[in-house]
């Protein structure tokens, strides 16, 4: 149907970490019927309200980061139609939207079908297209990171984008 949205049975909202609900998100249709996932809603936290002592992987921490399968039944005039599922990943929200991860999900989704085969490898690697951008995100990085910027950014003994 058309414009389906809030309903309890749309929510995936039975998630649970040490006993704490989480959200994880929920499906709709919007007005052209279309199905429509939304995400967690970009929360952190902890369990027993112990403090972040590195960026990831802290015990007893949790989020509504959240990926799986969406499947669906669709009928048009009473009869049943065939779909695929698909498979449906919700990031983690971008503190720094100017920066990119030295390894964006281009570059994670192209090797996974090049190494699956459904791609063929590239003929020729061109350093400006293929090296360079890779050395470019994680020099980028020393404007959020103090160990990076020690290492790769300005003045760092691997700062790859210096001229020498």
């Known amino acids: 149907g058309r414009d389906r949205a809030g309903r309890p049975e749309y929510r995936f909202d039975t998630g649970c970490f040490l006993g704490k609900p989480v959200h994880l998100g929920e499906v ?8 429509v996932f939304l995400g967690g809603h970009g929360v952190s936290a902890s369990v027993d309200h112990a403090q972040a002592t590195h960026f990831a992987n802290n015990d007893g921490w949790h989020d509504d980061v959240s990926d ?21 990943v919700v990031a983690p929200p971008n503190f720094a939207p100017e920066l990119k991860s030295v390894r964006t999900m281009y570059d994670l989704m ?25 050395l470019r995100r994680l020099c980028d990085l020393q404007w959020v990171n103090r160990g990076i910027a020690a290492l790769f950014g300005h003045g760092g003994r691997e700062h790859f984008l210096a001229p020498e």
């Not at 709709?28 to 199905?35: H, K, N, W």
């Not at 079908?113 to 360079?132: A, Q, W, Y």
């Open 28 to 35: 709709r249709t919007d007005g052209a019927g279309r199905l």
């Open 68 to 88: 799986g399968p969406v499947t669906a039944r669709v009928r048009v005039d009473g009869r049943s139609v065939p779909v695929e599922p698909a498979w449906v």
């Open 110 to 134: 192209r090797d996974v079908f090049v190494s699956s085969g459904t791609l063929p490898p590239p003929e020729n690697v061109s350093f400006t297209r293929d090296v360079l951008p890779i």
